[in-house]
């Protein structure tokens, strides 16, 4: 690969996620469970709570988040909506992968399988939306509900960053200048993703995946679960662990949250990026679709990555992001 966006470091990332194929092992872990409630009042009590979940585990779920359950069942309705439109309908708004923008089906090839995942996706990001929305008469509401929600995602992310950029030594607003909604330069995206029901003449092939094993190529990822909806597992110990999985159980109004691999590289490696994966469900399990919602923190394209020491060479995040979803798109 020749292409200089990609360097040393990237390469390494993509290589180890090739190596995280297999089915591995099934071992219970605690996802720790930490209550955001009255932030600014406890911000000290919860950014200690936030950096020893994340510098140990890499995951961690958020509760009294501030986000009304009735919103995350309203952007779940209204996503359940669009991806039930016709696929000629859907593909009038195509992904446009530079942007990072729009509708894929089985497009997305991870490292880790060589395969599609068995989903279809639709990315919102603030910037390149302009010829992307579906239009009133095919989806009343819907880019005026997606808005909205992406904004409270957005706030809460940014809640959640000053408490790391509080312990990596950056002034307190260093990422949310990072990821400012109000410029072009934006690349946060909120991602609608719907998971294929389960073919009868597959249901018991247990090493197929409707998302190979993977880490996120952001910041930090805030991913919306539907109870009975199951099947992500983590892997906490990117290296260490190896294949080492643990379930994490949806439940209706929890965020489950991990730190991305520019946050990563961005904290000198101190905050771990974990691989995950969506696992087919077992012939006992519900083998229906399945639905999730993920906003992924990604700083903004002319912003430079670079930790407080110095690890690893800058990068603006337009070339990391690049780099990364270049690896992961076979179509588009």
């Given at each position: 690969m020749n292409d200089p966006r990609f360097n040393d470091y990237t390469l390494d990332e993509l290589k180890l996620e090739a190596r995280m194929g297999g089915l591995g092992?099934?071992?219970?872990?605690?996802?720790?469970?930490i209550d955001v409630s009255d932030f600014e009042a406890r911000r000290e009590e919860i950014t200690e709570q936030l950096w020893a979940a994340a510098i140990e585990v890499g995951f961690f779920q958020l509760v009294n988040h501030g986000i009304a359950l009735d919103d995350i069942q309203q952007a779940f309705r209204t996503a359940e909506r669009f991806f039930a439109l016709p696929d000629a309908v859907k593909a009038r708004y195509p992904l446009k992968k530079g942007c990072n923008a729009g509708w894929e089906s089985r497009a997305q090839v991870r490292p880790s399988t060589g395969t599609p995942d068995q989903k279809e996706s639709y990315?919102?990001?603030?910037?390149?939306?302009?010829?992307?929305?579906?239009?009133e008469a095919e989806l009343p509401g819907f880019q005026q509900t997606m808005l909205g929600f992406e904004q409270?995602?957005?706030?809460?992310?940014?809640?959640?960053?000053?408490?790391?950029?509080?312990?990596?030594?950056?002034?307190?607003?260093?990422?949310?200048?990072?990821?400012?909604?109000?410029?072009?330069?934006?690349?946060?995206?909120?991602?609608?993703?719907?998971y294929y029901a389960i073919a009868p003449e597959l249901k018991d092939k247990l090493d197929l995946w409707r998302a190979g094993a993977h880490t996120d190529f952001d910041c930090l990822t805030l991913l919306f679960q539907q109870t009975g909806q199951g099947g992500l597992q983590v892997c906490p110990g990117k290296e260490a662990d190896g294949q080492v999985w643990t379930e994490v159980e949806p439940a209706d109004g929890?965020?489950?949250?991990?730190?991305?691999?520019?946050?990563?590289?961005?904290?000198?490696?101190?905050?771990?990026s974990n691989f995950h994966r969506v696992r087919n469900p077992r012939p006992d399990e519900y083998q229906g679709p399945r639905?999730?919602?993920?906003?992924?923190?990604?700083?903004?394209?002319?912003?430079?990555?670079?930790?407080?020491?110095?690890?690893?060479?800058?990068?603006?995040?337009?070339?990391?992001?690049?780099q990364r979803v270049n690896a992961n798109f076979a179509k588009y």
């Open positions: 092992e099934t071992r219970a872990r605690e996802v720790r469970r990315q919102i990001t603030r910037p390149h939306m302009a010829d992307l929305w579906p239009t409270q995602c957005w706030t809460l992310a940014m809640q959640v960053l000053s408490c790391f950029a509080d312990k990596l030594g950056f002034e307190r607003t260093f990422f949310t200048q990072a990821h400012d909604p109000s410029v072009p330069a934006y690349q946060s995206t909120l991602r609608l993703l719907h929890v965020i489950t949250c991990n730190i991305g691999d520019m946050l990563m590289r961005w904290s000198d490696d101190v905050l771990p639905y999730s919602v993920a906003f992924f923190a990604q700083a903004n394209r002319d912003v430079v990555i670079q930790g407080p020491k110095g690890t690893h060479p800058p990068i603006t995040a337009e070339d990391y992001l690049y």
